[in-house]
């Protein structure tokens, strides 16, 4: 079965940088366009950052433009969040999802497949 598994969350301070990765098995990687999203206690699910299935186009909320990047690596079937100048409000479980055929899309059900999430804090 499909399975995505996000690593690298955990606490940094703010203006500080974190690494997330997401390992996918199970699925024809390059079939598929991957999105990270995010999600703050009481809030709503929302876009962070997606990626072209070939890695050539990628996709940002306003809120982490120039501060975080998406890439991807086919042939090891991950994805990754490379995220800067972290904020407090960039605290939430992050998740990646996958979207078959897809490219860019930002709301979480045009997504086919999520990982369990990992939960970054920033304190201030």
């Known amino acids: 079965q499909v399975q995505l598994v996000e690593s690298g969350g955990g606490l940094v301070q703010a203006g500080g940088s974190l690494r997330l990765s997401c390992a996918a098995s199970g699925l024809t990687f390059a079939n598929f366009a991957m999105g990270w999203f995010r999600q703050a206690p009481g809030k709503e699910r929302e876009f962070v950052a997606a990626?072209?299935?070939?890695?050539?186009?990628?996709y940002y909320a306003d809120s982490v433009k120039g501060r975080f990047t998406i890439s991807r690596d086919n042939a090891k079937n991950s994805v990754y969040l490379q995220m800067s100048s972290l904020k407090p409000d960039d605290t939430a479980v992050y998740y990646c999802?996958?979207?078959?055929w897809g490219s860019g899309k930002r709301k979480p059900n045009e997504y086919d497949y999520w990982g369990q999430g990992t939960q970054v804090t920033v304190s201030s």
């Open positions: 999802a996958a979207d078959f």
């Open positions: 990626i072209s299935w070939s890695g050539g186009t990628t």
